[in-house]
Nanobody, 121 residues
Framework: EVQLQASGGGLVQPGGSLRLSCAAS????????MSWYRQATGKSRELIAR????????IPRHMRGGRFTISRDGSKNTIYLHMNNLRPEDTAIYYC??????????????WGKGTLVTVSS
């Protein structure tokens, strides 16, 4: 059974930092691209960052401010999202995502259940 277990969310004050983790199991982590998405209330889900199997990162233009950093640890089958200088508008549910970007399983994807981040004073 595939599982993407996100953790690390919570309440943080503006300007603060958090590190989200996503532990993956049930598939071969090393050959999947991994991503973080978020969805705020009343808004569409948006891509924050993707990290491919080789460690290459894809950062959407709207997220290129340098506040968020994605990383992966193959020894732990885990990805991370380091978030700094958090703002109230970063409040959202953050989701972990796995996708195959090549081969016979191209397009296959899995979603985690998400972890809530609330930025408020």
């Amino acid at each position: 059974e595939v599982q993407l277990q996100a953790s690390g969310g919570g309440l943080v004050q503006p300007g603060g930092s958090l590190r989200l983790s996503c532990a993956a199991s049930g598939f071969t982590f090393s050959i999947w691209a991994m991503s973080w998405y978020r969805q705020a209330t009343g808004k569409s889900r948006e891509l924050i960052a993707r990290i491919k199997e080789d460690g290459a990162k894809e950062i959407p233009r709207h997220m290129r401010g340098g506040r968020f950093t994605i990383s992966r640890d193959g020894s732990k089958n885990t990805i991370y999202l380091h978030m700094n200088n958090l703002r109230p508008e970063d409040t959202a549910i953050y989701y972990c995502h796995a996708v195959q970007l090549g081969g016979k399983d191209y397009g296959e994807e899995y979603w985690g259940k998400g972890t809530l981040v609330t930025v408020s004073s």
